[in-house]
């Protein structure tokens, strides 16, 4: 069986190395990847001895653990990697407020915390009385679950921030299963000063000793080496018979893992309102910056979010070189500042260097002296944007995908929300099919 993947990200590079542990013969796995190395949102960049994510400050953390055993010894075995105790906060004003949100109540001033407490409770009560469904619009799913206060303090200008949009735009299925409901009695507590912790299961997390988070798909690409076409974008897909033709080469069977928003455009047989489907689901990028600076050291923290606009354009910053002691030259110290922008716009110009800087001076983050200088990446797609026509445009596509026999795995590639460890165990998975059908003749 001769396999075609398209696009050498994490996705991409675990299926072709499940497909080669799992017996399938190397030569048969061909990449294509567009760019001059594989890595995909995983990348990581080396600017004068900083190392930064170009897409965003990555962790590897799973539930699953044997995901988590298999990745961490294609990066070179558990040694390989620092052990980090999370610490996330908030920037209010001048002040940390412990993260999630509602489990920091305490930390805000005496008004803001009574605004949030008396929210959520009102929030609670209407819940348990009326027994009212979740709205399906997110800018509604967020008065209904946290209240007033603190949509209005936090998750109300922090989110629009971070997705550019109106939030009732977006629908609030996105948040299923992603944002854990936090006990009423752990809220309560927070806001009388009673510390209690949410996301647990992020409590600790992993990070490449060397090389950035790129050290990962690095080791899962090294023995497949041979078989990645770099510089090598997809033209066109064609199906042939009972198999597929990619840039004129034959393949029994094609796995796409590029953004389907690209499909239209290499898949001629692709009927229109499939591709019309496939154009308009809705995405963000992301600008990341570093910035080195002349700093020894960090305050003891994982990464911070910003949900004002007089905290700068950035929602979320890195504390880049407190993940590992190689990520920045002895002495020095760098932070990652991502800003997202709405899919389909123009990245942000000069300024934006300048109104990150400015904007994290005035929270008291940084001084304006220790910058050494700042380094920028920017991302065409990062995030998958919940719209509300998002679930009828993905069933058409993959109903018609499925018809023609094309697979289709990935973040972009089948716009779902997942992190790297997802990816992984989405690739084992679909690995497993596929050699079933190998075994099998088909």
């Known amino acids: 069986m001769k396999i075609a993947i398209l696009g050498a990200g994490v996705t991409g590079l675990s299926l072709a190395r499940f497909l080669v542990e799992g017996g399938l013969d190397a030569d048969s796995v061909h990449l294509f990847e567009e760019s001059s190395a594989p890595g995909g949102l995983c990348a990581s960049k080396n ?16 539930k699953d653990k044997p995901a988590m055993a298999w990745i961490q010894e294609k990066a070179g075995g558990a040694d390989a990697f620092v052990e980090k105790d999370r610490h996330t906060r908030i920037r209010f004003g001048q002040r940390w407020v412990n993260y999630p949100f509602e489990n920091g109540l305490g930390d805000l001033p005496p008004e803001a915390n009574f605004d949030c407490l008396r929210g959520y409770v009102a929030a609670w009560h209407q819940r348990q009385t009326t027994k009212s469904p979740a709205p399906k619009e997110f800018g509604a799913w967020v008065q209904w679950r946290f209240g007033e206060g603190i ?5 109300d200008p922090y989110n629009a ?25 752990d809220v309560l507590r927070s806001a009388v000063g009673i510390r209690t912790e949410g996301y647990t299961h992020q409590a ?41 033709r990619v840039n004129g080469e034959d393949f029994d069977l094609v796995v796409n893992t590029l953004s389907l928003t690209f499909l239209p455009d290499l898949v001629p047989a692709m009927p229109r309102e499939i591709a019309a489907a496939c154009k308009a689901l809705e995405y963000n990028g992301i600008v990341c910056v570093l910035l080195a600076l ?86 065409k797609q990062a995030y998958v944007v919940f719209d509300h026509g998002y679930a009828a445009r993905r069933q058409a596509i993959f109903a018609w995908l499925d018809s023609v026999g094309l697979w289709t795995l990935g973040r972009f590639g089948r716009f779902e929300y997942d992190n790297s460890d997802q990816c992984v165990i989405k690739a084992r998975g679909l690995a497993e099919k596929l050699l079933e059908r190998a075994r099998a003749g088909q």
């Open 47 to 62: 600017v004068d001895g900083f190392t930064y994510d170009v897409t965003g400050g990555h962790i590897l953390y799973s």
């Open 204 to 244: 600790i997390f992993y990070y490449p000793k060397n090389g950035g988070f790129q050290a990962i798909t690095d080791g899962i690409a090294a023995p497949l080496r041979p078989r990645i076409r770099l510089s090598t974008p997809v033209r066109e897909i064609v199906r042939k018979g009972e198999s597929w």
């Open 294 to 379: 002349d700093r020894a050291a960090h305050p003891d923290l994982s990464w911070i979010y910003l949900p004002h606009d007089s905290q700068g354009p950035a929602n979320r910053i890195t504390y880049m070189s407190n993940y590992a002691p190689s990520l920045a030259p002895k002495g020095r110290s760098s932070l990652l500042c991502e800003v997202t922008t709405a899919g389909g716009t123009p990245f942000p110009g000069a300024q934006l260097e300048r109104d990150i800087i400015d904007g994290l001076a005035r929270s008291g983050l940084i001084r304006r002296d220790e910058v050494l200088f700042h380094d920028r990446t920017a991302t």
């Open 161 to 185: 921030k971070v997705w550019k949009r109106e939030l009732d735009f977006l629908t609030s299925d996105w948040v299923a299963g992603r944002v854990p409901d936090a006990p009423v009695d």
């Open 151 to 155: 949509a209005r303090h936090f998750m």
